[in-house]
């Protein structure tokens, strides 16, 4: 119990100085995120005179006011979540979180496997946390036993084998891993806004947002250009997820591979 308590202690010590640490390191990388969101939107705004001036002289005004206002929704939402970025409301929001939960850093094991997948310069492996417990049990009851990353957190489900049997925690599943590691190397890429992302098309899809037609449509996909960047955030995970089950199962990945290269240079 003394050890447990130590080791809780310890972790939330890291977690609070994760916040000034990467408010300083991750500052190039966020502020040039933001500084290009508020360029585009200058940009945009100048530029929108002029188009609606066009469209009302081509009789199409109300469908591009429809996707004038689609547009600005995605900009303020990037603008928004650039700007928690940077100042460090992923930080402060896991420290909160973690409060809450028993947290462990990846094993040695977990990091042999994964570390192939994305590259060991891409990632901030030593940070990444596995989350269980505590108030996820509340949380995974209600979402079906759906795991989840949270920036920097994967969020794991601990489930019983018939119904009230034998725990067995889902971090035994190496796929299932790999599937919240793309989107915890979608968070350091991109920012937060992977988050508001993923859960759009969660919603809007009822949760069919996985598909993408496998092996065989990513080979249609390569062919016309498709990158790994124009599926959205959960096929992105699924495909990273399914090349590496099948790899591991040696069976044929060259139709993932173009898609797993695009990842490593971050084209996403």
Known sequence: MFFSVLYWLKERLRDAWLWPLNLVRDFPARSGRLARTIFVGVTALGRLPFFMGKAARAGTLRCQLRHAVRQSGIWLHLFLVQLFDLVGGPEICQFVMHLGLHTTPLTAAELTAVQPIFGPPNLRYQDVRIAQGGILHLIFRYNGGLAFATWY???LPVKREGGKGTAVSSRQN???????????FQYHHVGSRYLGEAIYYLVTTSRNC???????????YHQQGQRLRHFNREQQAQIIQDYFTQHRQNQDTSAYEPFLVQLRQRDL
């Open 153 to 155: 957190t994967i969020h």
């Open 210 to 220: 996985y598909q993408y037609g496998g092996r065989a449509n990513l080979r249609i």
């Open 174 to 184: 190496l796929p299932l891993l790999v599937h919240e590691l793309t989107h915890v």
